[in-house]
């Protein structure tokens, strides 16, 4: 990443924290809400079940901390057939606050051991930056996504609220420690 004034860089890295908190609160809200009939429940063809890909996300958070910043502890991993709800929701609470914890060393310029973020072991490592935060939030969105949908189809479709809920940034954000939200200045980073 380009250097930095230090402010900048913790700036950066508090307010990629907080990105990632309130994309986990929208992980949590889906769950909070989700019809429990629709865990386990199959679509036709050969698609994941809502069980399946929460599991996935959390064992994937797993690999980036394992691969990205061993020195931090690695959350256990979630078995997709066995998993429930509520052990999903614990799993992804933890793998968010080790996620969390990789941000803000990887992005706060403080001379941390992150220096590359490795999303997979088949894939060339990034140098640590914004980069790394868009990857993993469009990683979640794609499947907080595929999660709303399969669940509409199933015939269990998550409440109005809810929909609208995971968009309201600005709630989010302030659920999530942040002392105004996206676009106030006491939130925003000055680079």
């Known amino acids: 990443m380009p250097t930095r004034p230090p402010r900048v860089q ?4 508090r307010a990629a924290v907080r990105m990632f908190a309130a994309n986990e609160r929208m992980n949590q809200m889906v769950l909070e809400h989700l019809d429990p009939a629709a865990w386990r429940a199959r679509a ?5 079940t809502i069980a399946a890909i929460f599991t996935h996300m959390h064992n994937v958070r797993t690999k980036w901390v394992r691969l990205t910043a061993p020195h931090l502890k690695v959350p256990a991993q979630l078995h997709r057939v066995h998993c429930t709800p509520r052990q ?7 793998s ?13 310029g403080d001379g941390g051991r992150i220096e590359k973020f490795r999303r997979d072991g088949w ?28 669940a509409h189809q199933l015939g269990f ?10 968009w309201n940034w ?18 925003s980073v000055d680079v």
């Open 96 to 108: 968010a606050a080790s996620c969390a914890e990789m941000l803000a060393e990887a992005l706060g």
């Open 88 to 94: 999903a929701r614990a799993g992804l609470a933890e």
């Open 157 to 166: 479709p998550l409440p109005t609220a809810i929909g609208s809920g995971i």
């Open 170 to 187: 600005e709630k989010l954000w302030k659920e999530c420690g942040s002392p105004g939200g996206p676009g106030d200045e006491a939130s």
């Open 44 to 48: 036709p063809g050969k698609t994941r």
């Open 123 to 150: 894939g060339r490592p990034w140098p640590v930056g914004v980069e790394m935060l868009c990857y993993m939030l469009s990683h979640e969105a794609h499947h907080r996504g595929q999660v709303c949908m399969l």
């Open 10 to 13: 913790t700036q950066l890295a």
